[in-house]
C-alpha cells in the first residue's frame, strides 16, 4: 500500500498513532531512496515530542531490524546472550565481560561499535591488540561462534541498514535525543544478532547520555517492552557514570585494565560491575541456577583462567596476537608521561566523567567526528576517586602522551573534573536500579 | 560568524531561543544552499512544538524578506496600502476591493498567488480576462503604480525566494500548520512591497485555514506585531469563512461577481465585506476622516463608476480587454449546467465552504498540486446560504461544466455541503473580530 509521507508527519504532529503498515512502509521507503531525508527527519522531531506507542516502537524496531539481514545463529548449540552498554567513559567492560561469560558455556555473538564523542568505543580498544581484526564475514562469524562460543566483531554492513541511515540523519538534524528513536536503535541491532536474551547496562550521570535515573529508568523500561514484543528476554541495570568506571580511560590503557580484571586483578567497580551483568547473562542463558550460583561461576572462570583462554583462542581466531595477555608492553604506548596533583588535601567529592571523557579527547583517545583518527597508545589513569582522601601534591591521574599538543589540550580539562571537600565524603553507589 | 545548524536545532527543540544573528544565518545560508532541506524541515518541526518568541519572529520575517529584492516604490507619491486574505472559497474581494480604493486616492502594490486545494486564487481569477498579464518586470510595475495607483500582479520571483523554498518544503514535510510559520510567510512578502499598511482578512471556518477564532486571533495578532516590529501598521479582522463568500465560486464565476460588486449590484456579504476591508485601508492611508468617511468614498466610488474605469484602465495597461467590463459574456465560460436542488424543504442551517471549495477543485476550478491546470470556465453558483428558506426542489445551486467527468466528480462532495434543519435559522455572521 501507498501512503502520503506529509500525511503521516502531520499524523505524528498531532499526536496521532501510525499503524504497523504505516511504519513498515516509511521504513521500507527510506531504506529504498523513495522518501527524502527532510521528510524522515521532521517526523523524528515529530517523534521527539510525540513519543511512540508500545505498538509504534514495536512496530518501528521490526521494520528497522527487518531492513536488511538478519543473522542466523541456529547452528550455534549454546545459548545466545549479549550485552550492551550505551556508552560512558573508561567502560570497558564488554571486553573481560564477553570471555568470562562464554567460559561459563554462553554463546555472546557480540557486535560493537566505535568511540564518537566522550564515550570510548569496544573495537577501537579491542585494536589495540596487535593483528586484530573486527571485521568478519557472516560464515567466519557463524564458525567462531559455533566453535569458541565468542566473536568480538563491528557491526555487520548487511545489518540493519536502516538504522545507519536513520542514525547519520538524526545525529545531523537535531533528533538524537528521544527515548523511542534511542531504544529502536540500540535494540534492532541487538535483535538483529538473533539472541536469546540481552542484558542492558544503561548509563547514568554527567558522563553517559542519560543525566537522571528517571530518564534511564525509562529508557530501560522502553527497551525491556521492545525485548517483549519481540519474545527475546531483556534485562536492565541502570549504573553510575558520574565518574569514570575504573582507573583507566583511553584505548590501550582500557586494553590492561580489562586484562586485569581477567587476572583476578581488576579496580573494584570495573570487576564488580563485570560480575553483575556477567551474571545475568548467565541467568538468562539458563546456564545458572540464580545469580549467587553465577557469580560463584565467574569468579571459578577469573581462578582457572578459563576466561583468559577463551579470549587469548578469540584474539588468535581473530588474526591478533595473544602474547599481549602475558606482555602488556606489546601494547602501543605513548612517549611521555605527566602527572596532574592536587592543588590542596581534602576527600574527592566530584571525579567528573564527562570533564575526564572530554579531555581525553582532546588527548587523541577518542574522536570529535566519524573521520578523526585515534591514537591508540595515550590514555589517563584516574588516582583519585569519589570517596577518596588526598593530602597536597598527592597525583590525582597520570597522562599518557605522545605530543606537547596532545597534553596542552588535555590538561586545563582534564585538572577541572576534580572536586575537593574538606569533608569526609561516601563512594558514590555503582548500582542504582534495575528493570527488567 | 558561523554556526552548527544541529546544534541551532537542538536549542530550539529544547525550548531554547536563538539570536537575531542565528536566525539571520539560517535563512541567509538555506537560500545560498549551504544547509540541507534535512536540517530546516527538522528546525520547522522544533518550531511547530516550540513557537517563537516576538523577538525570534521579528527576526526570521525580516531575514527572509531580505533574502531577495525589496521593492522601492518611493517614486510613487500615494500611501501605498495593500490587503491579504488568508484564503478560503468564494473569496474574490481583491478585485472589487482594489480598484475602488485605487479609486479614492491610495496606491496599491498588489501581489497574488495561484489557487491551491479548495481555496481559490487572485492570479487566477484575473486571468480569466482575455489578454490580461500577472507577469510585470519592477521598471514596469512601478511605472503603472506611478500612473494608475494599482498593480495587480503575481509575485516576483525575485522577491523573498526563501519564502519560496520554504513554504515548498513545508508543504512536502507536514511542517504547515504553525502561526510562527504562517505570519512570517505572509508578512515577509507583504513587507517587501514597501507598504505604508495592511490590512489583514484572516478566515475562520470550515473552509479556512484557522478552524476558530482563537487560533485566527493568534494568528492575526502575530502578524499585527511584525508588522509593529517593522513599524507597519497592520489590522486584522477575522471573517466568516463557514460557508463560501457570496454566491459564485470559480474564476469566471467569481470575476462575474467582482465586477457585479464595482457596480453596486454584488450580493450583501461580499459587498459589506469589500466596504470593511475597503474602508479601514483609506484610513490607515490617512485619506479619511475615519470608518464612515472612508465607506462614503467607497460607495461614491461606486455610484460615480470610479472603481471601474480605475479597473479598465488597469486591465488596459495589463493587456486585457476592458470589454468584459461591460460585456461579462466575453469572459471564459462553460458549455452546459446542472442544478442541484433541495431534497427536502426546510431552513439552511449549514452551507459547508470546504464541501463546496472540494467540489469546485473536483469540477476543475482548482488544483490538488501546483502542476495542475485549471478550467476557467467551471463554477458553481450558490443560491441557498445559511439561515435561508427552501421547498422541496428549489434549486440550491448551479454547476456550469464542460465534461460529465467533471460533473461527476463533483456532485457527491458538492450535494454534501447543504444541512437542512426544519427549524428557522440565523444567518452567521460576517466579521468575527478585529485585531489592531
Known amino acids: 500500500m501507498s501512503h502520503s509521507m506529509p500525511e503521516l508527519i502531520g499524523t505524528k504532529r498531532d499526536g496521532g498513532s501510525l499503524s504497523a503498515e504505516q511504519l513498515e512502509w516509511i521504513i521500507a521507503q527510506y531504506t529504498a531512496d523513495q522518501i527524502p531525508d527532510y521528510q524522515i527527519s521532521a517526523f523524528l522531531m515529530a517523534v521527539i515530542f510525540r513519543g511512540m506507542t508500545d505498538d509504534e516502537l514495536a512496530a518501528w524496531t521490526d521494520a528497522m531490524l527487518h531492513s536488511g539481514d538478519v543473522l542466523d545463529l541456529s547452528s550455534t548449540a549454546l545459548p545466545k546472550i549479549d550485552k550492551h552498554s550505551t556508552g560512558g567513559v573508561g567502560d570497558k567492560i564488554s571486553i573481560p565481560l564477553a570471555p568470562l561469560v562464554a567460559a561459563c558455556g554462553v554463546a555472546i555473538p557480540m557486535m560493537s561499535g566505535r568511540g564518537l564523542g566522550h564515550t570510548g568505543g569496544t573495537l577501537d580498544k579491542l585494536e589495540t591488540i596487535p593483528g586484530f581484526k573486527t571485521r568478519l564475514d557472516p560464515e567466519a562469524f557463524t564458525r567462531q561462534l559455533d566453535e569458541l562460543g565468542l566473536v568480538l566483531a563491528g557491526q555487520s554492513e548487511t545489518l540493519v541498514p536502516a538504522d545507519r541511515r536513520i542514525y547519520a540523519l538524526r545525529d545531523a538534524s537535531g533528533t538524537v535525543p528521544a527515548i523511542p528513536l534511542i531504544a529502536s536503535s540500540i535494540m534492532s541491532k541487538k535483535l538483529a544478532e538473533d539472541l536469546d536474551g540481552l542484558v542492558l547496562d544503561v548509563k547514568i550521570g554527567s558522563g553517559a547520555f542519560m543525566k537522571d535515573v528517571a530518564s534511564g529508568t525509562a529508557l530501560a523500561e522502553t527497551m525491556v517492552s521492545i525485548g517483549r514484543s519481540h519474545d527475546t528476554p531483556v534485562v536492565g541495570f541502570l549504573t553510575d557514570m558520574d565518574q569514570p568506571l575504573g582507573r583507566e580511560v583511553g584505548n590501550a590503557n582500557e586494553m590492561v585494565e580489562s586484562i586485569a580484571v581477567l587476572r583476578g586483578e581488576g579496580p573494584p567497580d570495573t570487576t564488580e560491575l563485570t560480575m553483575v551483568l556477567g551474571a545475568e547473562m548467565l541467568v538468562l542463558a539458563g546456564v545458572a541456577a540464580g545469580r549467587s550460583d553465577a557469580r560463584a561461576q565467574l569468579d571459578a572462570a577469573v581462578r582457572s583462567g578459563a576466561g583468559l583462554d577463551v579470549f587469548a583462542r578469540v584474539i588468535t581466531a581473530q588474526g591478533g596476537n595473544p602474547a599481549v595477555l602475558e606482555d602488556p608492553t606489546l601494547l602501543p604506548t605513548a612517549a611521555h608521561t605527566h602527572t596532574v596533583t592536587a592543588t590542596r588535601g581534602g576527600y574527592?567529592?566530584?571525579?567528573?566523567?564527562?570533564?575526564?571523557?572530554?579531555?581525553?579527547?582532546?588527548?587523541?583517545?577518542?574522536?570529535?567526528?566519524?573521520?578523526?583518527?585515534?591514537?591508540?597508545?595515550?590514555?589517563?589513569?584516574?588516582?583519585?576517586?569519589?570517596?577518596?582522601?588526598?593530602?597536597?601534591?598527592?597525583?590525582?591521574?597520570?597522562?599518557?602522551?605522545?605530543?606537547?599538543?596532545?597534553?596542552n589540550a588535555c590538561l586545563p580539562v582534564l585538572e577541572s573534573a576534580w572536586v575537593l571537600s574538606e569533608t569526609p565524603q561516601q563512594p558514590v553507589p555503582l548500582i542504582l536500579g534495575e528493570v527488567s
Chains 1, 2 share one sequence.
Not at 579531555?359 to 590514555?379: F, T
Open 348 to 407: 574527592v567529592e566530584r571525579c567528573d566523567a564527562l570533564a575526564v571523557g572530554r579531555s581525553a579527547v582532546r588527548l587523541g583517545a577518542g574522536r570529535q567526528a566519524k573521520e578523526d583518527a585515534i591514537d591508540p597508545g595515550v590514555g589517563i589513569t584516574v588516582h583519585a576517586k569519589v570517596g577518596d582522601a588526598v593530602t597536597e601534591s598527592d597525583p590525582v591521574a597520570t597522562v599518557r602522551y605522545n605530543t606537547e599538543d596532545q597534553l
